[in-house]
Structure formats: structure tokens, C-alpha cells
């Protein structure tokens, strides 16, 4: 199914009853356009001086370009409703998707037998058949414990998410990239902090032929071979 801002309204008061005891606050719907995400919570996040985020200015996201299994819809919407709860309620994490975000969804995964993931993947057969060749602006990001993720920035927010990738709890190093490599499709192109999990091999095949990236003040080169 496509999704459309009366369904997703629709399931959002449905679930917000049923789920979160009513307390979610309504806040703007959008439709979007993009193919590289199924849904998303933007906001305004500003670090406090305790070292704290407060958040303001929701909006509820999703995209009406790709066509899901009725269930992956609600599923997406109820992830997203997850990170409002935790925004709204001011409630602060570990990480993009962390310990807070994924005891949650093991609770409503349990309590209403759903199979709400930690990270909002498209179809595999979506991801096969967005094979658009465009540039990607990527940060491959190592964590502790040797894991690895990966961000792909807006162009807009390229500098923002190079200063506050860095900042986030268990990140232990930032390398970025420009790629065209079609495996980046499939990830959003962020706004704000989001951290997606990949495994080294990944990693390490689909930035073989990436060319990093140096910052000089305002502005970033490739570094050519």
C-alpha cells in the first residue's frame, strides 16, 4: 500500500490509545517524496548546558513513494512514534537508536506482537530497483565494541553532521566519503544525527572506491588518488 496523511493520521491516534496511553500530543503530518526512507521524526534539537538535548518543533514524516505490506506501514509509524515519545518526553539516549529506543520496541513487539525493527529498512526489492547513480556525502562512523554504521548528509546539513556526528556517545571515529555507490540509496539522507548499522564487510566493499573527504574551514575536497 501507499501511504496517505489520512491513514497515517488515522493509525497514529489508533496507536497512540493503544500504545502510549494517549499522551503522544498531535503535531504536523508531510508526505514526502523521497525513496531512501520509510518514515521519519524531524524536529529542532538543541544541546542544553548540562550536556542534555531539548526538543522542539515536531513533524511526523513518511514517504508516499514506496509501495509496503500494510503491516511494514504501521510498523514505520509506530518506530516513529517511539522516537516522538522519547523526543517530546525530553528523555535522553545513548545513541540515534539506543538503549531506551530498543527496550521499547521489545515491550510493544511483545505486548501487541508486532515486528517493529530497530532500523527502518525499504523492501529488498526496492533497494533493487533504485539503481539512479547520484553522489552520496557519507561519514562511516566505528563504534565501540568495533561495530560500524553509517550516515549520508544532506548536503545542507553537511557541516552540522560533520561537528556533531563526533559527539555522539560510543562513536570512537568519523571518516567521511563521496561516493556514487548505489548501496547508499537505500539510507536517508539526514538532517540530524542518525546512525545506521552496517557490518565491516560492508563497509569496507562499498568504500573501496569512495574518495574521502578533508574539511577546510567552510568548505570540503575529495582527496584524488
Known amino acids: 500500500m501507499i501511504p496517505t496523511l489520512d491513514y497515517v493520521k ?9 500504545m502510549f496511553g494517549g499522551k503522544l500530543q498531535q503535531l504536523p503530518f508531510k508526505l514526502s517524496s523521497a525513496r531512501s526512507f520509510l518514515g521519519e521524526i524531524r524536529c529542532v534539537r538543541k544541546k542544553q548546558p548540562d550536556g542534555t538535548w531539548h526538543y522542539t518543533d515536531f513533524a511526523f514524516v513518511i514517504s508516499n ?7 511494514v506501514v504501521d510498523d514505520a509509524i509506530i518506530h516513529e512514534m517511539i522516537h516522538y515519545y522519547i523526543f517530546s518526553n525530553q528523555l535522553q539516549d545513548n545513541g540515534p537508536h539506543g538503549d531506551l529506543f530498543k527496550e521499547m520496541i521489545r515491550k ?4 501487541f506482537n508486532r515486528n517493529i525493527s530497530v532500523f527502518l529498512k525499504k523492501t529488498e526489492d526496492d533497494e533493487k530497483n533504485d539503481t539512479e547513480k547520484r553522489q552520496h556525502l557519507i561519514c ?9 554504521g553509517v550516515t549520508v548528509a544532506s548536503k545542507a546539513k553537511l557541516f552540522y553532521l560533520w561537528d556533531e556526528l563526533p559527539k555522539f556517545p560510543k562513536v570512537v571515529e568519523c571518516k567521511w566519503y563521496v561516493s556514487t555507490d548505489l548501496f547508499f540509496n537505500r539510507f536517508p539522507r539526514a538532517k540530524s544525527v542518525k546512525i545506521y548499522a552496517i557490518s565491516r564487510q560492508e563497509m569496507e566493499e562499498h568504500t573501496k572506491d569512495a574518495q574521502p ?9 575529495a582527496i584524488k588518488d
Open 213 to 221: 573527504l578533508i574539511r577546510e574551514g567552510n568548505s570540503v575536497k
Open 10 to 18: 488515522q493509525k497514529f491516534q489508533e496507536y497512540n490509545e493503544q
Open 140 to 148: 562511516i562512523v566505528r563504534m565501540r565494541g568495533n561495530s560500524w
Open 65 to 71: 513513494k514506496i509501495d509496503m505490506p500494510q503491516d
Open 108 to 111: 510493544i513487539n511483545v505486548k
